[in-house]
Every structure is written in C-alpha cells, then in structure tokens.
C-alpha cells in the first residue's frame, strides 16, 4: 500500500522542480516586442530547461509511469479475493464482489 501512495510524491517533486525551473528561465526571457506572445516564450523557457536538465524530465517520467503502475497494483489487490481470510468485514473468503471505486 505505501509505495503506491508513496511514489506519485516522487513524480510530483519532480514536476515540481521542472516547473520551478521554467517559471525561473520564462521571467529571464521577459517580454520584448516582437518576441511573440505567452505561449511562444513558455515553450522557448521549457526548452531552455529541457537542454540544460535533461535527465530532470526523464525521471519525471519513469517516476510517474511508476507511480500509476503501482497505484494499479494497490487497487488490485484491494479488490482481490484473499482465500483463507475475511478480513474485509462479512465477505466470505473466496467470494468475489464489486467494486467501491467507479470510475
């Protein structure tokens, strides 16, 4: 259960510092005519990060596919029957039933 919990934090610390680093590198750009409008020097400010710190985006993304995985996992075994055991209230062991979560 806890690294399920435990490992979104890491990907949003990650993004965390990403973002922290483009807001860093957008407000150097500054805004001077002809230097196109917001959207222009935000993707300019993640590029410059992006070059700088690549390895930044790619734990980013290992940590957060990692994260959903084993998010995934902990559903999964929370809705799985366990044989021998009822410990989730009056369910018989074996018994298969539906799911609180919907999505």
Request: charged share 15%; net charge negative.
């Given at each position: ?6 490992a979104p ?22 805004h001077f ?36 995985q084993l ?33």
């Amino acid at each position: 259960f806890l690294p399920g919990v435990a490992a979104p934090f890491s990907a949003l610390y990650m993004l965390g510092w990403i973002g922290l680093n483009t807001l860093t590198e957008w407000q150097g750009l500054g805004h001077f005519e002809g230097q196109g409008r917001w959207d222009d020097r935000f993707s300019e400010a993640v590029k410059l990060v992006f070059a700088a710190r690549p390895h930044a985006f790619v734990i980013f993304v290992i940590a957060m596919l990692t994260a959903l995985q084993l998010l995934s996992l902990d559903i999964l075994s929370f809705y799985a029957p366990h044989e021998g055991s009822a410990s989730r209230g009056d369910i018989a062991p074996g018994q298969v039933t539906a799911p609180l979560i919907t999505f």
